[in-house]
T-cell receptor
């Protein structure tokens, strides 16, 4: 079984501030973890993914996430928020070839000028 | 041109009507998926297809059916639409063997059932 919990359905930051979006997972097998972003009126696109290689994963648009097995976490960060980062962010987990992809409920990021 | 297209983009229909949502892709991927998105619930998998001859139910397949007409086309049908099927529907594709691969999403179809 696998699940994802995204802490905070809505996060608001000021432009230039640190972005931290939290994701905790549960998986009975070594997980593969993803962050997807959904801009207004668009489909989802991949930001980054963890596939059991490096624990610190760098993605597009300056985002990165760190896999911490001991904390079962895969939090998404960006040092300095831009207005263009305003979107909904989804964390997702799969356990491998016999597992489907399970999405979290999403976190809406608002960036204030 | 978009790699994954969905038609229609918006649809309003009435309870009991049959409706089909269509998805086409030019990415050459074998795997295709249908998800629905509801506010506060994230995305939930309806059906997925590994190739033209292989179709599988997802976690919420009741009330839906699918057809994989070709590698590039995957359609979702609601045989008798009901109001709780009002949602945003996404088609996605992926190139590889399983759910560990990146999925590429279409722009979505917003369906309203009155």
């Amino acid at each position: 079984a696998q699940s994802v919990t995204q802490l905070g359905s809505h996060v608001s930051v000021s432009e230039g501030a640190l972005v931290l979006l939290r994701c905790n997972y549960s998986s009975s097998v070594p997980p593969y973890l993803f962050w997807y972003v959904q801009y207004p009126n668009q489909g989802l696109q991949l930001l980054l993914k963890y596939t059991s290689a490096a624990t610190l994963v760098k993605g597009i648009n300056g985002f990165e996430a760190e896999f911490k097995k001991s904390e079962t976490s895969f939090h998404l960060t960006k040092p300095s928020a831009h207005m263009s980062d305003a979107a909904e962010y989804f964390c997702a987990v799969t356990g491998g070839s016999n597992y489907k992809l399970t999405f979290g409920k999403g976190t809406l990021l608002t960036v204030n000028p | 041109d978009a790699d994954v297209t969905q038609t229609p983009r918006n649809r309003i229909t009435k309870t009991g009507k049959r409706i089909m949502l269509e998805c086409s892709q030019t990415k050459g991927h074998d795997r295709m998926y249908w998800y629905r998105q509801d506010p506060g619930l994230g995305l939930r998998l309806i059906y997925y297809s590994f190739d033209v001859k292989d179709i599988n139910k997802g976690e919420i397949s009741d009330g839906y059916s699918v057809s994989r007409q070709a590698q590039a086309k995957f359609s979702l049908s609601l045989e008798s639409a009901i109001p709780n099927q009002t949602a945003l529907y996404f088609c996605a594709t992926s190139p590889g063997l399983d759910f560990r691969d990146t999925q590429y999403f279409g722009p979505g179809t917003r369906l309203t059932v009155l």
